[in-house]
């Protein structure tokens, strides 16, 4: 099937220059959209998709440069190229600044402006593709770039999100990129981690006290709710919140309201909730130990972040980064990693997921008097190595061993192709084989 030709919207409002660019493109090939204003653009987006977009700067309801700057802190890095009759110095700064590919000033010859087009599509892959990094989380697997494309969606909602995952996968990064990526970005970001807090000590925390309210409460202290308010509170670890305080956190999910200790007086509060939690709260709601109703007000938005052991491809991205992250730390530049010591990375569980790897890298760097890290400097719980078993039980009528190693073959295959887009030579190597044998298997199960 014959791939999509690019996508590309231009947003300009004078309407006979609209008309002029969409004929001129849709006659190189190109499938066009039009938008009067940037208002409008936005508005589109999400509906078109473009590949590209042509931008003026000087309109109504919405210019250029302020379009730009929504578009970005969407995360949106779609390639803008801005054509104005408005040419200056300044504003070509202004607008690069905001994240423009290129400017083009009117009056321009067809010619530069399909040479520009040509060199901005050919530079289009997003940048999380091309480095493997979105708002500060590191991945390339097809679970992280899925992540990436939610993320903006997720944030431009006011609705509650809930963060599940695993210790150390990266729950606290992922809800400061919703909150940077949002409409509340200029306003607090607060953190409450609900395990580390003794329950004693907690609703104080989170709802404070007024001068009186218990001995020692001299004065009186605003809650966490109260200093995250217009912007975003995160609950990590909100499994681990007391019954007593699920009924008060309830209230101030559904009412936006709560009351101080010691006072009569309930306190307004504008704020978006965003929890976290590696525990199974369905289980725990089942259980009885946590309020089905909480729980279904705090899961209107849900993200689920993978194991380590489930994206290993993402290791060897992670460890580029953190070696450079230490390395500078340290005045260890230049420092690398062996490929056996990559290896036994690749071949290790990680129990305690990107967390784990971190310290592993900073401790390895810490320690590395040489040019690479190399295995014997890497520390690795012992027993918790990558399975390598493999076993089926065997039906009692028998099998067609043939066959069913067969399917296995072949279904391994389509997966190393598909995760690689199918570049032959990278998914040779996911299934440790030689070109060659790659390309044998294909032709032997008509694959390719």
């Not at 530069?112 to 990094?133: N, Q, Y």
């Not at 009692?396 to 296995?408: H, I, S, T």
């Amino acid at each position: 099937m014959a791939s999509k030709s690019p996508s590309i919207l231009i947003v300009d409002d004078d309407p006979g220059f609209r008309e002029f660019l969409r004929l001129f493109l849709e006659k190189e090939g190109y499938r066009v959209s039009l938008a009067r204003d940037g208002k409008e653009a936005l508005s589109r987006l999400e509906e078109v998709n473009p590949d590209l977009i042509l931008l003026d700067l000087r309109m109504p309801e919405m210019g250029g440069l302020e379009f730009l700057e929504h578009l970005r802190r969407q995360g949106n890095e779609t390639p803008v190229i801005v054509i104005t009759a408005y040419a200056s110095l300044d504003s070509a700064v202004k607008a690069k600044k905001e994240g423009a590919y290129d400017y083009l000033p009117k009056p321009f010859r067809l010619e530069d402006l399909r040479r520009k087009l040509k060199e901005a599509l050919k530079s289009s892959a997003p940048r999380e593709e091309i480095t493997g990094e979105f708002m500060g989380i590191i991945g390339r697997s097809p679970a992280m770039r899925r992540l990436f494309s939610l993320l903006p969606k997720i944030a431009r909602a006011e609705s509650n999100v809930l963060i599940t995952g695993e210790s150390g996968t990266g729950k606290e990064l992922v809800a400061r990129a919703i909150h940077r990526l949002s409409p509340r970005r200029d306003k607090p970001f607060v953190v409450v981690n609900c395990a580390g807090i003794p329950a004693t000590l907690l609703e104080s925390e989170l709802f404070g006290y007024r001068a009186g309210a218990f001995t020692g409460a001299k004065y009186d202290k605003p809650g966490l709710f109260a200093r995250a308010h217009g912007g975003t509170i995160f609950l990590d670890e909100i499994g681990d919140l007391p019954p007593d305080l699920q009924v008060k956190l309830l209230r101030v999910v559904e009412y936006k309201t709560f009351t101080p200790l010691g006072s009569s007086q309930e306190v307004q509060v504008d704020v978006r909730i965003i929890s976290a939690t590696n525990r199974d709260l369905e289980e725990e709601v089942r259980e009885g130990r946590f309020r089905e109703d909480l729980y279904f007000r705090l899961n209107v938005l849900s993200v689920h972040l993978p194991p380590l052991r489930e994206r290993r491809e993402d290791i060897p991205l992670l460890v580029q980064h953190f070696l450079e992250k230490y390395s500078r730390k340290m005045g260890k530049s230049g420092l690398g990693i062996s490929d056996y010591a990559l290896k036994a990375l690749m071949e290790y569980d990680f129990p305690g997921n990107v967390r784990e790897l971190e310290n592993i890298i900073e401790r390895s760097v810490a320690l590395e008097s040489g040019p690479l890290i190399l295995p014997e400097t890497l520390t690795l719980r012992p027993g918790r190595r990558k399975s390598q078993d493999f076993s089926v039980e065997l039906p009692p009528e028998g099998l067609d061993l043939e066959a069913f190693l067969a399917r296995v073959e072949m279904g391994l295959l389509r997966q190393a192709l598909e995760r690689t887009g199918g570049r032959k030579e990278e998914a040779a190597r996911l299934l440790k084989l030689s070109p060659r044998s790659f390309r044998y298997r294909l032709q032997k199960y008509r694959l390719e």
